[in-house]
């Protein structure tokens, strides 16, 4: 399984973005898929995933501005992020998991992950 993650860039506070992750392999669909983040000198944090049957998940700092979707036809997954801050600046994360796990929130949930896009929200 191979994901390309795409779409971040430079925008200003209050601002749209949508990310993109294309997913190789046969197991898109039977997966639950994550959006995780890491700005400079921090961890990687949770952001949102979505489980194998449509269900949704997000952290507290974005709850209500960011949204993320499946799309198991194309083998993508999606995060539209509105209202960006200055603080949701950092690199993001997709990521593939098995449905037999529980915490979606959770880094070890997930078995692979794309190589990252950079978003960036000016003040």
């Known amino acids: 399984v191979k994901l390309q993650a795409y779409g971040g860039g430079l925008v200003q506070a209050g601002g749209s973005l949508r990310l993109s992750c294309a997913a190789s392999g046969r197991t898109f669909s039977n997966s639950n898929l994550a959006w995780f983040r890491q700005a400079p000198g921090k961890e990687r944090e949770f952001v949102a995933a979505?489980?194998?049957?449509?269900?949704?998940y997000y952290a507290d700092s974005v709850k209500g501005r960011f949204t993320i979707s499946r799309d198991n036809a194309k083998n993508t997954v999606y995060l539209q992020m509105n209202s960006l801050k200055p603080e949701d600046t950092a690199v993001y994360y997709c990521?593939?998991?098995?449905?037999?796990?529980?915490?979606?929130?959770?880094?070890?949930?997930?078995?692979?992950w794309g190589q990252g896009t950079q978003v960036t929200v000016s003040s």
């Open positions: 979505i489980n194998w049957s449509g269900s949704t």
């Open positions: 990521a593939q998991g098995r449905t037999t796990m529980t915490y979606l929130n959770r880094r070890y949930s997930y078995d692979y």
